[in-house]
């Protein structure tokens, strides 16, 4: 049974492609018949199913897909073939491309840019600020290339995420961290400042690392370590305990117990 209807008037969006609102044509959820919804440019971009909608001026496009209960609203924009589903929510400016598979309970909004094959999903929460090119006239994905954010993960920030990247458990991320080239991180960890982290290296369990911390090359941070300031560490370090580090340098296979 149809549970919305294509508006004739389109709207056509500057790269020229034709957009087209929707209206409820009965009710379900919290929508009812007649409701004004947002923007598809086909009717494939929204399924007649479940409790899925498209709300205020958000747009679908390409062959991007909306099913569930997942819902699409203020100026939110998916495009390309990304995929919506079971209670996800997108909204405020966020901008969703390529390959993006958002589902569970997850939240993706304020000025958050995906692109790219990112999945997100359970009940993270994804509030970034927009990033740059090195020129500053043209925005560039906060997450992209094989992204994974799961459990209860949260990302606020300038945040920066690429080249198979894991964020799980109920990590915290802030600020202008950059995470790359299989970094992971999980447990309830908390990255701000202008932390960047790489090459295979994993952040566990209550660990926290601040500042203009660098960390690459297989490094491991777990139990109630906080490393911080302009530390830099590299090749194979093992950090555990309960303490904090501030401005160190450690590379070649060290294991230390903080405390």
Not at 77 to 98: F, K, P, W, Y
Not at 239 to 248: P, S
């Amino acid at each position: 049974m149809l549970k919305y209807e294509i508006l004739e008037q389109a709207h056509q969006l500057p790269d020229g492609r034709k957009v087209y609102r929707i209206k409820a044509v009965r009710d379900f959820g919290n929508v009812k018949k007649g409701e004004i919804g947002g923007f598809v440019e086909a009717d494939d971009n929204l399924s007649h199913d479940g409790l899925c909608w498209i709300a205020n001026d958000a747009m679908a496009l390409g062959r991007s897909r909306i099913s569930g209960d997942a819902l699409l609203r203020d100026r939110a924009r998916i495009g390309d073939r990304v995929m919506l589903t079971d209670h996800c929510i997108v909204q405020d400016d966020a901008r969703l491309s390529e390959f993006v598979f958002a589902y569970g309970h997850c939240t993706i909004g304020a000025q958050s840019m995906l692109a790219g094959a990112v999945t997100v999903r359970d009940h993270t929460l994804i509030l970034c600020r927009p990033r740059y090119s090195v020129s500053g006239k043209k925005q560039v994905p906060n997450l992209r290339g094989n992204v994974m954010v799961r459990d209860e993960a949260r990302l606020e920030g300038c945040i920066s995420a690429q080249d198979d990247v894991t964020i799980a458990g109920r990590t915290t991320i802030r600020d202008h961290v950059r995470l790359l080239e299989k970094a992971y991180i999980g447990g309830e960890s908390i990255l701000e400042g202008r932390t960047t982290i790489g090459e295979e290296a994993k952040i566990l369990q209550r660990a926290k690392i601040g500042g203009r911390t660098k960390i690459f090359g297989r490094v491991l941070i777990a139990g109630n370590v906080s490393i911080l300031g302009k530390s830099y560490l590299t090749c194979n370090v093992y950090l555990f305990g309960c303490g904090t580090l501030r401005d160190v340098r450690l590379s070649g296979d060290v294991v230390k117990n903080i405390g």
